[in-house]
């Protein structure tokens, strides 16, 4: 079935540094892809996504972009801050119109001054 | 324009109690969708509402999760009765389009303590 693949964390980085989350999928078709962010205390919140192959999300500072070829979609960041300290989730959407988005497990993110 | 709402927003009860978790959708949203994330793992799909129909159930884990959205307006998840295992953060969502989670907004959650 379909899944969602992220590394493990925590992610711990210091106030600049360059970030990278990595997300691999598993999907029939040609899904959408997404990235959710949880901020500590609040609701998951969409990032970005991107809905078809070489397509490049990005929001805030954040990109993503959709590799057909390796199945990637890696979150990538050139400059964390420490508002930045969050639980990052992959996520896709089959299509076809289904309604449900499969999440991969999170990565948290700690950012450090 | 109040978003997603959710309560509790943590909620403790022993093995054997009944809980019940209620969502609040933004007005107008006919689509509302629960998920769950268990001990730090992937968020899951539970069921999906339209209006006050289910429109997929698929996810929901066994009979003892009972999810009701009268009227069409807030949601409620009731779990009865709770076992250790359905420790966990409970999200709920809603939009507006049809068919597709792109544009559903997710409260901050409810997170439930089995003890």
């Known amino acids: 079935g379909d899944s969602v693949t992220q590394m493990e964390g925590p992610v711990t980085l210091s106030e600049e540094a360059f970030l990278t989350i990595n997300c691999t999928y598993t999907a029939t078709g040609y899904p959408s892809l997404f990235w959710y962010v949880q901020y500590p205390g609040e609701g998951l919140q969409l990032l970005l996504k991107?809905?078809?192959?070489?397509d490049k999300g990005s929001n805030k500072g954040f990109e993503a972009t959709y590799r057909k070829e390796t199945t990637s979609f890696h979150l990538e960041k050139g400059s964390v801050q420490v508002s930045d300290s969050a639980v990052y989730f992959c996520?896709?959407?089959?299509?076809?119109?289904?309604?449900?988005?499969?999440f991969g497990a999170g990565t948290r993110l700690a950012v450090h001054p | 324009e109040a978003g997603v709402t959710q309560f509790p927003s943590h909620s403790v009860i022993e093995k054997g109690q009944t809980v019940t978790l209620r969502c609040d959708p933004i007005s107008g949203h006919d689509n509302l969708y629960w998920y769950r994330r268990v001990m730090g793992k992937e968020i899951k799909f539970l069921l999906h509402?339209?209006?006050?129909?289910?429109?997929?159930e698929s996810g929901m884990p066994n009979n003892r999760f009972l999810a009701e959205r009268t009227g069409g307006t807030y949601s409620t998840l009731k779990v009865q009765p709770a076992e250790l295992e359905d420790s966990g953060v409970y999200f709920c969502?809603?939009?507006?389009?049809?068919?597709?989670?792109?544009?559903?907004?997710f409260g901050q959650g409810t997170r439930l303590t089995v003890v």
């Open positions: 509402f339209v209006k006050e129909s289910k429109q997929d």
């Open positions: 991107a809905t078809k192959a070489d």
């Open positions: 996520a896709l959407n089959r299509s076809g119109g289904y309604n449900k988005l499969i």
């Open positions: 969502a809603s939009s507006q389009d049809p068919g597709t989670p792109i544009g559903a907004f």
